[in-house]
């Protein structure tokens, strides 16, 4: 590599690290106990709740909704999520009139008809999952977290380009013990970035891919969502709405082996005016994060439609998991809690060897 080439590749490393570095610092460190969110919730968090009759007949969606809707007379249905965990409902509605983003939130039990207390996460937990994705600032947070991403993914590569003809005369992995502390540091920071760069690039290109979560979801409910609505404006009496249990039944056959996640009635964002919109997601560990959506028309229970989830969203919903190691259990999270910690030390490492640098350089021309 000519001396001009590897000139340019130590700014782009030098810079795209200094710029990065503490950012990535904070991102790793606010990592760390995310990736055990659900183990540490177990040993944080009080006991949990129990339905009043965990064994006992559930009520029919129809039976939940109208439950809800006696709570908020005049309300209109909006949306209605189901809990993994537990025999939970969750019906979402607004009163027709209501400012936009005024919702009714009620977790019902399905086997009372109950109401049944909120899913919360621990609040230190909540913080640092704030912070670790838009720092408190919404959309232009995460699209700031997801610039130093790809700084990061630069500065990765880079150092890939650099290692190689700095230490082309040593044996892959050499530790100059007997050297100076800084040298010493910098056989490590080289050594430690080679190890994890795998990792690093999968998880800082998947969170990169996480920050840009609200735009792709945005694009794929204007562009996809609206297509499938659009082949299926045929207008419905919407006084002689069909069973939301028949309309979800219906749904099921369509996508059968697949898990219901949601249901979005009939004038909402993700629905039409006319239309059940249910949701479905995969039973397995990887597609388990992959969404389809049905369309049910809301007077006559029939089948409308079905569109899967588009590339650019199966991206967007299989990186968050990969992001924080969720795929493969505690050893696999173990695992990146390991090279989480080791990319701490390559960035500490690196600051370290700017700031000896500037130092020394001082000292040399004092």
Not at 73 to 93: C, K, L, Q
Not at 118 to 127: D, I, K, M, N, Q
Not at 218 to 230: G, I, R, V
Not at 233 to 242: K, Y
Request: aromatic share 10%; charged share 15%.
């Amino acid at each position: 590599m000519k001396a001009g080439t590897i000139r340019a590749w130590s700014w782009v490393h030098k810079w795209t690290s200094l710029v990065c570095t503490v950012f990535l610092l904070m991102l790793c460190i606010t990592g760390l106990p995310l990736v055990f969110t659900h183990e540490l919730e177990e040993v944080l968090m009080p006991a949990g709740w129990e339905a009043a009759n965990p064994d006992g007949p559930k009520l029919r969606l129809d039976e939940v909704l109208a439950t809800a809707l006696s709570r908020h007379p005049g309300d209109v249905p909006a949306f209605m999520s189901f809990d993994e965990d537990r025999p939970v409902v969750n019906v979402t509605s607004n009163a027709p009139d209501a400012a936009p983003g005024a919702y009714n939130f009620q977790p019902i039990d399905q086997t009372s008809g109950d109401a049944a207390p909120p899913v919360a996460g621990h609040p230190v937990l909540e913080f640092l999952l704030q912070l670790h994705t838009d720092l408190f600032l919404g959309l232009p947070g995460m699209l700031f977290l997801g610039l130093m991403g790809l700084l990061f993914v630069a500065a990765v590569v880079s150092g890939v380009v650099l290692y190689a003809p700095f230490m082309r005369r040593l044996p892959f992995g050499t530790v100059r013990t007997g050297r100076t502390k800084r040298l010493r540091w910098l056989d490590y920071h080289n050594l430690l970035g080679a190890v994890s760069i795998a990792w690093v690039l999968v998880v800082g290109l998947t969170g990169v891919i996480n920050t840009l979560a609200d735009p792709i979801i945005a694009y794929w409910k204007d562009t996809q969502l609206s297509e499938l609505a659009a082949a299926n404006a045929a207008p419905a009496a919407l006084g002689e709405r069909a069973s939301l249990d028949a309309a979800v039944e219906r749904a099921k056959q369509e996508l059968p082996g697949m898990t219901l996640q949601f249901v979005a009635f009939p004038g909402t964002a993700y629905s039409t005016d006319h239309h059940y919109a249910v949701f479905f997601h995969g039973d397995t560990p990887l597609t388990e994060h992959l969404i389809t959506p049905a369309l049910i028309d809301a007077r006559t229970g029939e089948l409308a439609g079905v569109k899967p989830m588009p590339w650019y969203a199966k991206v967007l919903s299989l990186s968050k998991p990969l992001h924080f190691g969720d795929y493969g259990g505690l050893p696999l999270k173990i695992l990146w809690a390991i090279l989480d910690l080791i990319t701490i030390v390559v960035l500490g490492s690196g600051i370290y060897l700017w700031l000896t640098k500037r130092k020394g350089g001082r000292e040399a021309s004092a």
